[in-house]
């Protein structure tokens, strides 16, 4: 297993999904999508057991898969040595109010030893795009307002800590994206990315950042967040999880300011929701890279 394999993996999930329209398009969209998948094959006998599901839905899905193997090997004795196993995998999505929620669990026993192969597989996505307002009831229309932008991202878990465990021969990784962009105004982006085998060793925690942009009154502006972990494994097991949420907030700096959203969304401040659809598999360290746009 190696890190081609993981995006390749991604990649045709993703493409399986038909893309949201582009923030011009719909006035507010939203999505999300789980798999699960385990996959168990012997060559003593030829047989092949798969077991996997793929859910979408606008606000939440999720997806679980298991699956057990039986194999018998027959040594220079002719005495049979039995091996079973068993695997498992699920993820969780969900979005709303401009809150993102994932996660994503998998573990798989042994291969076979008759030279078969045992792994699984599980990926989350979830997806939204918004149109706002700049509101005001004391300013003119196109009064220069300054927004204060603040994206948070929740990392309960991730492992392995390595984006490959070359002895679990397991991997998982998460991508983040956050932008606010105005047609007029300020724009800005934040992307985090965990398990690429680029940047520094840190524990899960929450990641925080903020910014100012310009806007203007009643001009249009844009929010977009996508969040997507996934993982592999074909001898032991990984967990990413973000279901602790990953918020986007908007403040503007003038009282006498609002917004509106096609969703209806507050972006405001709120306490988090707790955690949701989780199979821990223990807290670690792990690689991230931050990079802003």
Known sequence: MHKSRLRLLIAALVSC?????????????????????VTLATTTDGRTNQSG??????????????????????????VAHVTSGHGESASSAS?????LRGSATGSVGMSPPDGGTAT???????HFN?????????????TLIQLEVTSTLHIETATPSVYIDSITNSSASLDYLATV??????????????????G??????????????????????????????????????YAIDASNTANIYLNPLDPSVSFSAASGATYSAVPEPGTFGLA?????????RRKRR
Request: with cysteine.
């Open 120 to 126: 699984c597989n599980s990926f989350a996505t979830a």
């Open 130 to 142: 918004d149109t706002l307002e700049v509101l005001s009831d004391t300013l003119a229309a196109g």
């Open 200 to 237: 520094g060793y840190v524990a899960p925690g929450v990641y925080t950042e903020t910014q100012i942009i310009d806007l203007h009154v009643g001009e249009t502006f844009y929010v977009v967040g996508n969040l997507h972990m996934g993982g592999v494994a074909s001898n032991g097991g």
């Open 280 to 288: 821990s598999f223990g807290v670690s360290t792990l690689l991230i």
């Open 181 to 198: 962009n105005g047609l007029n105004g300020g724009d800005t982006s934040f992307y985090y990315t965990v398990g690429d085998g680029v």
């Open 95 to 99: 979005v709303f109010g401009g809150v």
């Open 17 to 37: 999904v038909p893309l949201a329209h582009s923030a011009l398009g719909a006035p507010y969209e939203a999505y999300t999508v789980t798999s699960a998948g």
């Open 53 to 78: 599901t793929i859910t979408s839905g606008p606000a939440s899905s999720s997806a679980p898969a298991e699956n057990d193997y039986y194999s018998s090997v027959l040594d220079e004795f002719g």
